[in-house]
């Protein structure tokens, strides 16, 4: 059964999706996007960058390249989707996004200073004309007290403009965290070519 996903919305899903978010059946109140909900949203996001002659690059952390799967699951994405990075490390965000170690060092992997220079790097280093750049803390581990688990930065860039980056508190376990992330990137990116 598929559960379409509100982002920053709390409700009862009903005892159908109980369970399936990490919570107790009698606390589930955690709208999870389904992979029907998500492939809707990619071929969405696929007619929309068609429609701008637009290529897009994935920049990913917590969702482990998911959002990179999603859309590549649908034939002819060669034709609107570049390129997909997924650097986890430190490292891997500087080396290949560019991200500074000073940002790192100060603000962490999971802040908005390093998901706007993901989002900048990933344009920078490749030719698309759209970025999605993801980091955050998916669990069940890792989180503090000042960036719990489900804690997600997002971040957006046309080439040429400004870019945005957003701040989200996920609820579920690992994989609900996951799927709202790569739900909202994708809303984001469809919002970034409408802007």
Known sequence: MCFPCRVGWRYDLG???????GFPDSECTVNIP?????????????DD?????LMLVSAESCSGGWIAKILTDLPGSSAWFECGVVAYSYEAK???????PRTLEATGAVSEETVLEMVAGA????????????TGIAGPSGGTEDKPVGTVWIGWKR???YARAELF?????RDAVRRQTVAAALDGVR???TA
């Open 15 to 21: 005892s159908a999706a109980r369970g399936r978010c």
């Open 34 to 46: 389904c992979e029907a909900d998500l492939q809707q949203r990619a071929r969405a996001v696929a």
């Open 49 to 53: 960058l068609m429609a701008a002659n």
């Open 94 to 100: 500087e080396a290949l996004l560019g991200v500074n």
């Open 123 to 134: 344009l920078a280093h490749l030719g698309a004309g759209v970025a999605v750049a993801v």
């Open 159 to 161: 080439r040429g403009g």
């Open 169 to 173: 508190h996920f609820e579920g376990d």
């Open 191 to 193: 919002q970034t070519l």
